[in-house]
Every structure is written in C-alpha cells, then in structure tokens.
C-alpha cells in the first residue's frame, strides 16, 4: 500500500513511497511491473515457458538466532555510576535534553492558539521526515518543521498562522518562538484523529518544546494522544464537536478549572474572543492518576527520574 504522505520522502507531494511485504516486493521486482500478482499471474522463462512461482515457504525467525556482532547495546556500569556524555555545543545534529518545566495552572490562562489544523493532521504534518531527519537528534532544530505541513483552518495555508502579539502572518514555528519569547503559552486545535500514521514521539516534543500547552481535538490517534501526556501536555476533545467551528483565529483560552484536574472529570475553557464575546467549551480527557502526575511535574520522564531519587 501506499505510504500517501505528502512529501515524506523528498519534499515532492507526487512522490509515491509503496509498502509490502518481503515476498511481495520480490516477486514484483522479478516480475518487473508494479501489477503482478503472484498468485494469479505468469512469467515467461529464458525457454518461452509460462511458469508461476512458488509460495514462499521458510522460517519465521532463524532457529539459531540472528548472527549479530554488535547489536549497539552498550551495559549500564554495574557499580551504578554515570557516564559522561559529551556533545559538541555547536552540532546541528545532537542536543543534550534538558527537562520539561511543568506547566502551571497560571500560564493556562491567557493562553493564544497557535493553529486551528484543518482536516488531516498527521505525524508527517505536525514533524515532517525527509530532509529533517538530520535534525532527530537535535530537538531545538527539528523544532522548526513542527506543524508546517498542517493546513489552517482559516486561510487554508500551510505554515501560514497569525501572531495575535504583532497581527502579522508567518511560519508556524517562528510564530509559536514569538509566543514563546513572551512566556505565553498556546493551544493548538484539530480535527478528527488528529496525530494519526505513526508513533513517532518528536510529534509531541517538538511544541511542548516551543511552548505548546494543549492540543484540543475532535478525537485523536491513540498513540500519539499519550505521547502528548508523557512530554506533560495537555491532550483534550470536544465534548461537542461542533464547539470546533466556534474557535476563531484570534481568541484567548482560560482553562477555568485546571487547579480540579482529576480522572474522569471534564475540564472547561473559556474562550474569549476578539470583539470581548465569550463561550464556554466543555472538553474531555482520558488521564489517570499516573497521567496527572506527569502533567503536574512536567513529563513522564520527570516522575520517574524522582521515583528513583528518592
């Protein structure tokens, strides 16, 4: 099947990238044709013959094994003690982490939305691949792809998003930096299963890295629902989705009740909009305790990196 990512592979939306099997893929390179199908079709060999070929028959996994001599796994010192790692302060490809600061109640309030995505919204959207895959190790670099594939809402641009602070248009990441400069947070709002094609979590690290608090949506993919809550975000659904058409392009959020943060309890944000209007949304969530804990101290990482301190 295909791979519809727009520009996943090399910038070029035209580009089709096909996925199959081993044993599929063998046979349509034998074959020559991207139309072959072995169980139905023919080849003619080198005596004018027409020949099928044989179903594939084998092991599923090497009964001795994998012949591995460096599997890249380097052990943890059995005394306990740390390892040094050093990074050049100027690479463009690797970047120590430094923690998530938690997000307080105080800085969701005021808070400004970044982008109202339009329709699909996936991982490739939100953190492209192709030429960025230099930058994975680099987290402040590979920022600034974060949501330039998205599509908004209201111009039905990509990377083309208001900043509220100067009334000008521009990227998306430089406009999320702006927000960022001035210690305000902001909402990113979307669609249906928003997040959805793969796993990859530099989807949620990169705006939580820039200063993305929430990300409010019609429903999402589950995995990258919980990537949100590990980097200690905010992740939210409508509880009525219609409340999706009453997000305008420069309206302020003011979660409400967020100091009442608890499992199975909606959460409720007022929007305020430009002409001073006001709308009350009701929003749900999925968190357990144990996801709370992560919000309130900042990541996931955060709590177990104290878990083992203590």
Not at 34 to 52: A, H, M, Y
Not at 129 to 138: F, T
Not at 250 to 270: C, R
Request: hydrophobic content about 35%.
């Amino acid at each position: 099947f295909n791979r519809n990512f727009a520009k996943r592979a090399d910038g070029n939306p035209n580009t089709l990238a096909f996925v199959g099997s081993p044993e599929l893929v063998t046979a349509i390179a034998i074959a020559g044709r991207l139309d072959f199908n072995p169980l139905t079709d023919s080849l003619i060999n080198e005596e004018g013959q027409e020949v099928r070929l044989d179903e594939p028959r084998g092991y599923e996994l090497p009964p001795e094994g994998f012949a591995v001599e460096d599997a890249g796994y380097v052990a943890p010192r059995e005394d306990g003690s740390s390892v040094d790692v050093k990074v050049a302060t100027d690479s463009e490809r690797l970047q120590l982490l430094a923690p998530f600061t938690p997000i307080s109640n105080e800085s969701l309030q005021g808070m400004k939305l970044l982008i109202k995505a339009f329709g699909k919204c996936t991982t490739d959207h939100i953190s492209m691949a192709g030429p960025w895959l230099r930058y994975r190790g680099h987290l402040d670099n590979i920022a600034n792809n974060t949501l330039i594939g998205a599509i908004n809402a209201f111009n039905k641009k990509t990377n083309f998003v208001k900043n509220q602070l100067t009334g000008e248009y521009g990227g998306v990441p430089d406009t999320q930096r702006a927000y960022k400069a001035k210690g305000i947070n902001t909402i990113v709002v979307g669609d249906h299963n928003y997040g959805e094609g793969s796993s990859r979590e530099h989807a949620a690290m990169q705006p939580r890295h820039l200063g993305v608090a929430a990300v409010l949506v019609k429903s999402f993919a589950r995995i990258h629902e919980t990537n949100l809550k590990k980097q200690g975000m905010l992740a939210l659904t409508f509880d009525n989705e219609a409340d999706y058409d009453k997000i305008q392009e420069d309206d302020t959020f003011n979660f409400i009740d967020i100091q009442d943060f608890a499992p199975d309890v909606p959460l409720t944000i007022e929007v305020v909009h430009k002409d001073g209007s006001k709308d009350k949304i009701k929003v749900n969530h999925t968190y357990n305790a144990q996801q709370i804990a992560w919000f309130r101290e900042g990541s996931a990482l955060n709590v177990i990196k104290k878990e083992n301190a203590a």
